[in-house]
């Protein structure tokens, strides 16, 4: 009986700040995204306006479709890529595997928008092997901006990947191997019949991964495009924290942050499921 | 072929900070051309950026909040973990499923709710409010985490430790603490680094830059309209470099924890 | 007792200059309230200012010199951050004295002091009306531009376009007196293969609409932007004549006059552009007068945008960075003291010539200046637009969200071919109307 209470006791405080700091937020979000309101002056019950205008106002839904293709930027360079280095390096070097999970993302950002500046590396690249025409300001054109945010969030993420793809790899059973080598399998065969189902469960993790990372993508915005030009890589992250804090228009930043949550869950679950 | 690849690899992940390295030696003020040398090094901007946007204070402010964070989170995860992985109480498994859905919740859409509750609380802009919300934000990782670790510990530790009348607080300080040593300096890594370079709420509660995370910091560099861009990355390789320092020291560790980590997940 | 006589003789030069700003019937000059000061205790004033520009700072050290019993607690900010929370610091934190962004959402929320007794103490409703005009606003926040005063300046400001003297005169080029001049001689630095506008728009920056903006100034009137920008009922910014200057704009783009990248430049990076000698033309602010003499003395050139015929009255974009007191702040006599010395006392207008390159507000008495200066031209260019009333606050000023939401946004694309003039113009006025309420 002891126990029973005790068991509480020890949960209670880390229950409390979390209740207090995530849990009742989140709950006020929920009720915030009912209303209109600025913050400041009387909330209007609106009903499900706010989700219509979200749903329905082009630039508002953007930010969303801009986040389901940064899940698919940042998941695919990641895993096949993190794939091909476990297949080939099986233990990389762990020092610059893990090194961009570590620095600040705001200084990968400003790192990343000196590189694709009109005049920085990538493009003196490009020119020296004669692709002059193809340059650009990769962060301030917009058909290109979204992808080269795309491939700073793949950077962070390579590293990663791999790491826990390899230490998939390691763990197979090398007989699986032989047995495909004995049925005459070539590298390629081999990849696909042993070593692929084989890592399934890294891949479905690594997908969660990577996702929730595009679908939270604030910092590597923030720091490079504002979600610039013309709202190109307008992001949910960045849109619910202009809605709340520059338009004061809660209920719509509210009703948005609903969204993007249930966007997560319906990520993360099924890959979850898949994966175990 | 290995060498090969691993070299491009490294090169791949270093060129980000090989560009901010030679961006922050150009003279102040100017926009350098990518990846090059400057012709007269400008390592004054290291000092200038002590000088003049004050990073020492942005440091400090940083490491004040990881020491400030890290210790309650780990205290708050030991607990919490060790109660839903060993002691069977009525309700654990809705605390456990409370602590999940934090797990995948965006920060971004609680910030603004979260920014009212620490502005009622009279918090708002000081140290305290940011780490309470950090520390928050932390809980669910660092209790999953703390709950695998304490569950993968044999049963009939606790067990022992129930015959010998100890209560469940003396058989967690006597029998699991000192076992946890391990995972509680892997979460302890993970939370420094995190707590260092997180910049939402940092942004969103704390206006003055220098009293924010470090990677918040970096706004006391930006004027109205735009930057300099060479002291800009002279103070993003400052804030940069504890990191990498502390990487140096225990990559293997980081790595493993990372690992770790996503099976919480 | 500085300030206080310098408020005599700004009351003085004001009733010469003899100036009143609309709203505000000029009534007894005698005001049975007491002069506001900072008395004699030892004082701690509470400041935010603005990141990036040194003269508030300046002006706060050089009143202490003047005033050793009053010290400052100032926090310096990014513009973007102060206009992110400039509402909730009034409301939660305030401080004695605010560098603000568009105010009506604060006097609508009741967040700032009405000003208009100070301004009677202290002959603040004699300046040109255009000087106080914008800071004006109805009590429930709209229209602005009539009404109490809710803020002010530190200095005049006026906006126009900067100008590389060498290499207009290696490209045989001269101060344009019409728009087809100006025109004329964009073309001629494309040819000569020098950019012929430095500009900005990247990020979250719409830099594009100081240009725009000036374009408005020729083919509409400012009386009719200010009625936009101040929110009077019924006012529209897609009108045929700005739709005409966006277009114009559009010309431009199209023609290559703008650097390729302009969607990732920032601000600072135009005027390293600018000032290294990269670019022709530079639309921009005196605010940057002091530093463009620093960093390219006797180079750079200043004239207002061009009508389109020669010799009309020329318009500006004028909106000086304003300075409000809080509703809540604890020493607010003290702070109006402080904002009237800083125009007032000799040494602090000094200052704002040496450190803001902006003309003093208050009287326009002529200022030593090295006539080869661009300051020189600024000066001259604001007593122009003063002369003839033709200044006009920002388009980005016209609600609180318009330059964020709805200016850069639509900006940003029109400078890449993906939205028209006209489009650009319907879509910030649907805005518009969805945020005034129509």
Known sequence: MRTRLAGWLFVLPALAVYGVFVLRPLALVAQYSLYRWDGVGQAVWVGWDNYTAVLTDPDLHRPLLNALLLVVLFTAGPIVLGLTLAAALQRGPTLILVLPQAVPPVAAGLAWSVLLSSTGAVNRTLEAIGLDNVTRAWLGDSSTALAAVGVIGAWALLGLCTLLLSAGVRRLDPSLYEAARLDGAGRWQEFRTVTLPGVRREIGVCVVITSLAALSSFDVVYVTTKGGPGGATAVPALEIFHLAFTDRQIGLASALAVLLVAVVLAFTAPVLRWSR | ?265 | MSHRAGAVLAALTAIVVGCCAPGSAPQSTVDTSTTPGCGTADITLKARFETGFPLAKALADEFTRQHPNVTWDIREEQFDVLTRNALRVLADDPPDLMRLPQVSEAVRAGLLRDLDGYARTLGWDRRPSAQTRPLRVSPNGRPRGEGPLYATGLSTSVTGIFYDKEIAARIGIQEPRTLAELDNALARAKSAGITPIAGFNGGATGGLTFPLQSLMGVYSTPKSLDDWIFQRPGATIDTPSNIEAARHLARWLKAGYFDPDLNATDYARMMDRFTSGKALFMVNGDWESATLDRRMPNRAGFFLMPPRQAGHPRAAMAGPPTFGIPSRAARPDCAAAFLDWATTNPTARDLVVRVGGARPLGPTTPWPLDPASVTAATFAATDEVLTHDTAMDFIANATGAIYAKSWTPQLQRLAEGDQTPEGLLRAVQADYVAQTGG
């Not at chain 2, 100017?30 to 400008?42: F, N």
């Not at chain 2, 839903?84 to 609680?110: K, Q, S």
């Not at chain 2, 009939?156 to 129930?162: G, V």
């Open chain 2, 1 to 265: 072929m290995k060498l090969t690849t691993q070299i491009a690899l490294a090169a791949v992940t270093l060129l980000p900070l090989a560009e901010l390295l030679v961006t922050a030696l150009h003279p102040p003020g100017t926009h350098p051309p990518g990846l090059t040398w400057p012709s007269d090094p400008h390592w004054s901007n290291f000092t200038d950026a002590f000088r003049s946007a004050h990073i020492d204070r942005a440091l400090l402010s940083g490491a004040l909040l990881v020491l400030t964070v890290v210790p309650a989170a780990l205290a708050l995860s030991t607990a919490a973990g060790y109660a839903l992985a060993r002691l069977p109480f009525p309700g654990r498994r809705i605390a456990e499923g409370l602590f999940l859905v934090g797990l995948v919740l965006p920060r971004e859409a609680i910030t603004l709710p979260l920014y009212q509750q620490v502005r009622d609380l009279g918090l708002l802009n000081t140290t305290t409010g940011l780490a309470l919300a950090l520390i928050a934000a932390h809980l669910p990782f660092g209790v999953l985490w703390m709950r695998t670790h304490f569950a993968s510990t044999p049963p009939e530790l606790t067990d022992s430790a129930r015959v010998d009348g100890a209560g469940p607080w003396s058989a967690l300080r006597r029998v699991h603490l000192p076992l946890a040593d391990d995972a509680l300096r892997s979460l302890a890594l993970l939370l420094s680094v995190w707590t260092w370079n997180h910049l939402l709420f940092a942004l969103v509660l704390v206006d003055d830059p220098l009293r924010r995370t470090a990677a918040g910091a970096l706004d006391a560099f930006q004027g109205r309209w735009g930057t300099d861009v060479p002291l800009l990355c002279a103070g993003a390789l400052l804030i940069t470099a504890p990191v990498v320092v502390a990487l140096a020291l225990a990559h293997r560790r980081f790595a493993d924890a990372l690992v770790r980590g996503v099976a919480v997940r």
